[in-house]
């Protein structure tokens, strides 16, 4: 083999182990994306199901009650919802249930839901400990998750 096959050899293998290489980074990072993109959601249940996990989980419940037509509860949703703090909070310490007024109009009433966005929070069985009306920003609801967590309700 002369001199210049050889060269022309080591370098179609190094191009290919440098080709692999950057494929296998590519792919990490692309999956690494992923899973937190999923991880950076609030996990909301359904009412009914959120007081029976809260129950089973023994977690105090984050009640949030909006409509698509809301200009803060829209607010609330891309502020508030999007900050990884209130997120991680939430998802580790609270069932978070969303209710659409709109679509849920007997729990709705049932809260006395008379103003837009309206977040409550709940003991484990379900009796309110505190009724936040309006747009909460994050730092505020933050703050707020960690008193009502300190809270110790018996139930």
Not at 8 to 23: F, V
Not at 32 to 40: E, H, L, Y
Request: hydrophobic fraction near 40%; charged fraction near 20%; charge should be positive.
């Amino acid at each position: 083999m002369t001199t210049a096959a050889l060269i022309l050899y080591y370098i179609s293998m190094i191009s290919k182990k440098i080709t692999c290489s950057l494929l296998v980074v590519i792919s990490l990072s692309i999956g690494s994306f992923a899973g937190t993109c999923v991880a950076d959601e609030i996990k909301w249940r359904s009412y009914d199901e959120g007081l029976v996990v809260s129950k089973a989980e023994k977690k105090k419940v984050f009640l949030h009650f909006y409509a698509d037509w809301c200009f803060y509860c829209g607010k609330m949703a891309k502020e508030t919802f999007q900050n990884p703090a209130v997120v991680a909070y939430l998802n580790n310490n609270f069932i978070s249930v969303r209710v659409n007024t709109d679509k849920e109009p007997e729990t709705t009433m049932t809260y006395g839901v008379t103003g837009l966005p309206s977040t409550w929070f709940l003991t484990r069985m379900g009796e309110g400990i505190l009724r936040v009306p309006g747009f909460i920003p994050p730092d505020a609801l933050l703050t707020l998750l960690k008193e009502i967590n300190g809270i110790n309700t018996g139930s």
